[in-house]
């Protein structure tokens, strides 16, 4: 049984558009719900995280929104651009624990 | 700082060899994870260790892979008698005991023939 389901598996966006990722977790005792980019080739690296105590997180162009009584969150790029171009992932975890993931949602920014 | 560094970074053996995998955590950092991801999937947690203890194993790491931490520094992931379906980027990744986030490398892509 899958304990992130990530949405959608491809998405494509204009240049300086808003790409919007979904997930949706069913293990209430996460309390860590961080989301990774990755190139290809490449590990993936930390882009932005939140704590179920609030419900919204922004750092630069991303944003996280996070709904505790929906069990879900997600993850918004601003002004969307070609770099941003890769595969994206939201993972949750309990304490210090491993982290486990959504299936990833490959990006395309397009000019 | 210089990040959390993995060899090598690819490997291609034949079925039936034995394959070794290192990692080097951020130096300060006492817990060190390994993960496995295949193609168009997110990563999945194999094992992971608080300095030299081997905390925990899934249910994915078969009596075929076997991992240390000698003295609660760099990490080796053995895979024995490899298989086609062991072909997958294996990535560690390290954190401190007091913060949470991991911190990956950049992977070791391994390909069974």
């Known amino acids: 049984q899958q304990q992130v389901k990530q949405s959608p598996q491809s998405l494509i966006v204009q240049k300086g558009g808003i790409s919007i990722i979904n997930c949706a977790y069913e293990?209430?005792?996460?309390?860590?719900f961080p989301w990774y980019q990755q190139f290809p080739g490449k590990g993936p690296a930390l882009l932005i995280a939140?704590?179920?105590?609030?419900s919204e997180k922004k750092e630069g162009r991303f944003t996280i929104s996070f709904n505790k009584s929906a069990k879900q969150f997600s993850l918004h790029i601003m002004d969307s651009q070609p770099g941003d171009s890769a595969t994206y992932f939201c993972?949750?975890?309990?304490?210090?624990?491993?982290?486990?993931f959504g299936k990833g949602t490959r990006l395309s920014v397009i000019a | 700082d210089t990040g959390v560094s993995q060899n090598p970074r690819h490997k291609i053996t034949k079925r039936g060899q034995n394959v070794t995998f290192r990692c080097d955590p951020i130096?300060?950092?006492?817990?060190l994870y390994w993960y496995r991801q295949t193609l168009g999937q997110g990563p999945e947690f194999l094992t992971y260790?608080?300095?030299?203890?081997?905390?925990?194993k899934s249910r994915l790491l078969s009596d075929r892979f076997s991992a240390e931490r000698p003295k609660g520094s760099f990490s080796t992931l053995e895979i024995q008698r490899t298989e086609q379906g062991d072909s997958a980027m294996y990535l560690c990744?390290?954190?401190?005991?007091?913060?949470?986030?991991?911190?990956f490398g950049p992977g070791t892509r391994l390909t069974v023939l």
């Open positions: 990744a390290s954190s401190s005991a007091s913060r949470y986030t991991q911190y």
């Open positions: 293990n209430t005792a996460f309390d860590y």
């Open positions: 939140i704590r179920p105590d609030v």
């Open positions: 993972a949750a975890r309990t304490g210090n624990t491993p982290l486990v």
């Open positions: 130096s300060e950092h006492n817990r």
């Open positions: 260790f608080q300095n030299e203890a081997q905390l925990e």
